[in-house]
């Protein structure tokens, strides 16, 4: 039997949170003119509330439903069968246009990195080895230590004073895009270029991150913004792309983008596509998924190609992606039967090391959100992290005697001789002087032998908290490197144990596949993606045959890590209370119909209402709604009315903006109809109500709200079962839904924090609380 | 502007082909039980209306939304927690069956074949090589056509006589099946068994088929099968899955089926996930892909496990697909940019060919349709193709003087040496004598040099003629591997002629990576599917490098094909009437809104509605819909009443089977409250209402609809324009939606055959007519 523990009403919540909501007025145009320190202020997460019981009443909804009002139904309709053909002709090109930005933007970040990283492995090598001989190795730790925090510093300065939204890897945050949550400033330009900048030095900074997350948030902003033919930030209008300007159209792109940036980072399109689907899609439609394939297909294409140029081989398309885990060679990839058990014990280890890492680093984010909210605050930590990797790095390196022969091929890029005899190497070196995709790549295919085991396991052991104290500085990176890197080391150090516990039996001699289902066990305990990790392993490894122990490995670690603790990506998107809707409606909901879920009573308007009144409506900063139900006569204050529409608060901004009052139409008859063209002009950022002026005398015209409310919202009635509504809800992505009672007046209005409040608990249904903050 | 060059209203339809429909009363209900003989006449393609301006109105569509009565209600809410997740675990054991399953059957029908081509090659061989010496070798074609014409035969008249729905791939009909129309018969077990061994005779015929198609139709069939826990056919009932009785789950199910189906087929689990969404989801689920994908792993497995056995390699899992295109070592695998323009060419003339198969294939159809409709002259069409194939491999074979040394590692399992001196084979011959699978496999990594251009050619030539004659024919069989031959061949006809032009130059040097374009390029161009096909070839291939390249030919091919006529699958569909819902509503179709795609009036039921009504209403043979909206009150005729609720035909018929009639639970008080079981117990197959005796005095009872109905059936105003109604209808698979005016009150009723017939014509919007056959 379903359990309700909380059931809180809506009014009493909204006098509770009333007071404290006045300070951040919930307006859909709520983007002030401010300074922008204050701006820059706003994101940070001293406001995230650190309950995870709560439901931030501060993100809006984006609205994936076609607002159908006369105004676009004539424009359907006066275009022809040719116009139409055009617009999927430009979808196609802006998806185009799109991956091959995303691809540039990959190939910079890849090359800029590269030789950044060059210069500093370079000079610090260089630095040790002359101190190797005459002493004094501790100049060389500062020196490095020195390099890393320099580097970070500028990253985590541009990030945590100039657009806070731009750290961690951003995929939490594209996420609840696709979702249907506007998070503030995801897709800015601006966000973009700290964004970029960002991630380039948290990576030359040697710290434990990875660049590939960042692509996807990459992908995601080049996408809004090409998408749009117009930049807010530089203030520029191409005037083309004007049909794009909505929710819907702008999705669909920001899918396609994010599947061009994970096809750019790990070189695997048709994994983009998935992951875009995965994560974001609920209506899934052919065109809108071969577009989004195309995308990622371009990217890839991209990256390949600039990355060919660079390496000095024009027209070798064989590195994809910003990783590239190598080939594995046909004999090395055969498995067997009786191994598959043992694979899916690593994936059990997996998921029980990547909970671990999310539970660190859950404590951590809290701590965080505690005390290291200030920007200064912020950069110190992130700098502290730099330094300490340098140190624990530099302190391995220097108590590890783990030395090898120089191979024939020369395959380390920065050998660092340290204390090893002449024509040897010190391996533990060779792992951090490496950008760590180098370093998943030797894990996967050095020759047996390469690595002492004691040296994995020391590595394994400290990247592991390196790693998980990293993620959520504020750096731009990501984590699915570090996640691989933890898991190939220890995946190996399984290899080599097995080899050498069946006295190095040829079928256990390659320890490079255990490294491979390790990696893959690990990441997906950490992120807990199946489908798309899958294919996106088996397109970077470029090899089929382990597709299937890759499923394996990455279910059970998903059912592993799930006993315990969600997925990071979840957990954080939690902590920020964002009001995500997962893919069903609670199992035991069924007891809760659209009565008890909506909002009621609801803030109706006329179809010819007083522009005082909408302007009283807009400017009450209780309001929570955007969505303002037109009824036929607003009887009395509680009496329900007639449906006839739904209007949005963006369209009425518009309206009072252009002030379209029908006492002005009847006196200046020449004035211009508005036009949808109009509010595309406005999207997204409509202004806040407090910049429009109305007169006194204006404010007793008449608005006659016909021509633009929506005509045909979706409504249900008011005995609907919560899966029912939230299924509608769901499978069209809207905003509002209006509820009506059996005459179709409307009783109540419900909107995503409507259904995302109610989850499944340990103790049944439980219903979370709205804050305004 | 929308064009709509034909506009019939619903009531003058009605009367046109209302005469023509008591033939074949419309009722969900209508399997009377008739003669074996009778029912195996009525799939047949006799009935099969030869007009594509045509939409027939016998196919019922299934419901994917859930039937939310109080007694469904009830039920979900006395199931606790423990009881969704006993469910969630059974649906994971489902799919593992289904899986399991699928993947023996492709294990048996893999091994059934092998074993029995293997008997004919060989005594056919032995056979030629005796009269090679002594001349007589017409004694040799006549026997060889007599094998595959006595194979053919058998497989014909199993398809033809007992299971008519069993020919072909059975690819069209699951399409139609996952987008919501019912297909009569698709999910029995007797059409399984049919296809099993209707696929069997026709690949051991030597027909230009595949067994790989029919694989999806059985996953489907074994998922249907399998989820029900019972069998009807078998008369079984195992008590268990109650709760999957219903089209939702059904259908989710048999789309794992599907997907299981595809990877067992090409070793293609991913593959298999994407086939099933791009052909059949609307809405996306997470957890649902997942199942799927699990089905699709289990599926793969199996089949490789048991092959692996039956090959003396036990363990060895390198063989997971029906057909296994082979490894593509890596050096043969590099391309360049430069190859891409090349790639890109074939992708086109793939496109090309592709689409001349389609529309002589169409011609071929329409013919069949016409003339060849009786179970005899289809029988004997098969053996007619089955005799020419074997006559015109013969004459190839005969006349061919390619001749080829003997490799030393003999490669070639039944090489015929014929005119060829000793130590060499014919390699005409070796292309037919071979399974198509076998033959792709070495068209695609035969040393360059094996085949002789001027073979190659004749090969394709004939094959394609062939092929496009065999597919339509009354066989079980598929159109995946012939395509991929044809593609082969002349694909690496383009790289042995790009060979010799270039002189021999290295980077052209290898015609098998021409040939793997070539196959996809024909395929796709036939089929037209992009992102589902190109990850199944790469999984076949089993090498990501050609992802991008593939993925350029195929979008390429189905630009190029879509230009001139549909993918072949599509033309079956439309030739058969289907009522398919494609992705979204006709671009310019803005113009229409509910009122006018509605069917009007309608009949509704009372709340509380007399049992004589109620009977009158369901032996209505002129009735269309097997929904009825449920009012408050029914007024006059024409006057619109309040919605209530909606009922569908079958709820009625339980309902009238098991007399739940007001006064009779008022006398009888023990009588048993009807239960959601009693409807789970009738599904799929309800009896028809002539079935059931309704006594006269009964006909003046009254029935009470409250508890049974859909009280929140999901309803649209009527100034709601197509494209909106289409969304919600297609987004969330409904089978009735409701048109409302105002006040809540019923004004019509939209179901599939309304938005279907609505459509993108030459000549701007058209609208089909709609047929009662």
Redesign the interface.
């Known amino acids: ?2 359990n309700i523990t909380k059931k809180v009403s809506w009014s009493s919540r909204a006098e509770e949170s009333g007071p404290a909501g006045e300070g951040t007025p919930l307006l859909n145009g709520s983007e002030q003119p401010r300074q922008s320190r204050q701006d820059s202020l706003r994101g940070r997460p001293k406001e995230i509330p650190h309950n995870e019981k709560l439901l931030s009443l501060k993100f809006e909804s984006l609205d994936y439903d ?1 607002i ?1 009002n006369q105004l676009f ?1 004539e424009e ?6 040719m116009g ?1 053909r055009c617009l999927e002709i430009s979808r196609w090109v802006v998806c185009g246009l799109i991956g091959f930005l995303t691809g540039l933007i990959a190939c910079f970040i890849d090359i800029v990195v590269e030789e950044l990283a060059g210069i500093k492995y370079q000079v610090v090598k260089e630095n040790i080895e002359k101190f190797t001989e005459v002493g004094g190795l501790s100049i060389s730790l500062i020196l490095w230590a020195v390099f890393n925090s320099a580097f970070v510093m500028v990253g985590a300065i541009l990030v945590a004073c100039f657009e806070p939204i731009a750290a961690g890897s951003g995929i939490p945050q594209i996420k609840c895009y696709l979702n249907g949550v506007k998070i503030p400033r995801v897709v800015r330009l601006k966000t973009l270029l700290v964004k970029v900048c960002g991630v380039i030095c948290s990576v030359v900074g040697g710290l434990a991150v990875g660049k590939e997350g960042p692509m996807i948030h990459s992908g995601a902003v080049v996408a809004a913004g090409v998408s749009q033919g117009r930049s807010t930030s530089l203030k520029r209008d191409f005037k083309i792309f004007e049909y794009f300007r909505r929710d819907t159209e702008k999705r669909d792109f920001v899918s396609a983008g994010a599947a061009a940036g994970v096809s750019a980072a790990f070189g695997a ?2 994994g983009g ?1 998935l992951f875009s ?2 994560e974001g ?7 809108l ?2 577009r989004i ?2 995308a990622s ?1 371009i990217s ?2 991209t990256l390949n ?1 600039f990355l ?1 140029i660079y390496h000095n081989k ?5 590195s ?1 992606g910003l990783i590239n885990f190598g ?1 594995f060679e ?1 004999d090395s990839v ?5 191994e598959i058990p043992l694979f899916i014990a690593m994936g059990a280890i997996g998921g029980l090391l990547g909970a671990l890492f999310n539970v660190l680093n859950y404590w951590l984010t809290i701590f965080r959100i505690r005390y290291v909210h200030r920007p200064c605050l912020q950069v110190m930590e992130a700098m502290l992290v730099a330094a300490v990797t340098a140190t624990v790095s530099f302190t391995m390196i220097y108590f590890s005697n783990d030395c090898q022969p120089l191979g024939p091929d020369h395959n380390e890029e920065y050998p660092l001789q340290l204390f090893c005899a002449d024509g040897e190497y010190n391996s533990m070196a060779t792992a951090f002087f490496n950008t760590p995709e180098k370093s998943v790549r030797s894990l996967f295919h050095n020759q047996p032998g390469t690595y002492n085991p004691l040296t994995l396991g020391v590595f394994t052991l400290t990247y592991f908290f390196l790693a998980c104290w990293t993620y959520g500085l504020a750096v731009s990176a990501g984590v699915f490197i570090p996640s691989l890197l933890i898991g190939a080391a220890w995946g190996r150090l399984c290899g080599i144990l097995l080899a050498s516990i069946t006295g190095n039996d040829s079928t256990w001699a390659n320890p490079g596949k255990y490294a491979l289902i390790g990696a893959a066990a690990q990441l997906g305990g950490i992120v807990r993606m ?2 798309s990790l ?2 996106i392993m ?2 970077a490894t ?4 382990y ?2 122990p890759i ?2 490995v990455l ?1 059970t670690a998903k059912i592993v890590g799930d006993y315990f603790v969600e997925g990071l990506y979840d957990i954080h998107i939690k902590l920020q209370s964002v009001p995500f809707l997962h ?2 409606a609670p ?2 909901s ?2 809760l119909t659209a009565r008890e879920v909506m909002s009621s009573p609801v803030t109706c308007l006329n179809q010819i209402e007083k522009v005082g009144t909408i302007v009283d409506v807009l400017s009450n900063t209780s309001t929570n709604h955007n969505g303002f139900p037109v009824v036929a006569q607003v009887a009395g204050s509680d009496e329900p009315a ?3 529409g739904l209007i949005l608060r963006s369209q009425l901004i518009v309206l009072l903006k252009h002030k379209v009052f029908m006492e002005l139409a009847r006196s200046r008859l020449t004035q211009r109809k508005l036009q949808l063209k109009d509010f595309r002009d406005a999207y997204p950022r409509f202004p806040p109500i407090q910049s429009i002026h109305v007169s006194q005398d204006e404010r007793e015209c008449m608005m006659d709200l016909t021509e633009f409310m929506n ?2 919202p ?4 008011q ?3 919560l899966p ?1 509504v939230f ?2 809800f769901r ?2 992505g809207l905003r509002h839904l209006v509820v ?1 009672n ?3 007046k409307v009783v109540g209005l419900v909107t995503r924090k409507d259904l995302a409040r109610y989850h ?1 608990g340990k103790h ?1 249904l439980e219903e979370l609380q709205l804050a305004q903050t």
Chains 1, 2 share one sequence.
């Open positions: 039997m379903a076609n159908e139904l359907e309709r006066r275009m022809s069968y139409f399109p048709v596509v689907l995965e899609a609920s209506f899934w439609n052919q065109m998924t071969w394939f195309f297909m890839t294409f190609f060919s024009p027209g070798d398309l064989s994809p080939r046909n055969a498995y067997n039967l009786y199946t489908l899958t294919v088996v397109e470029g090899n089929v045959t597709g299937l499923m394996l279910m893919w069903e199992a035991t069924h007891w007639k449906l006839c005509a045909t979706y409504t249900v009635p005995e609907t079962s029912r299924k509608l499978a069209l009506v059996d005459e179709n499944l049944g």
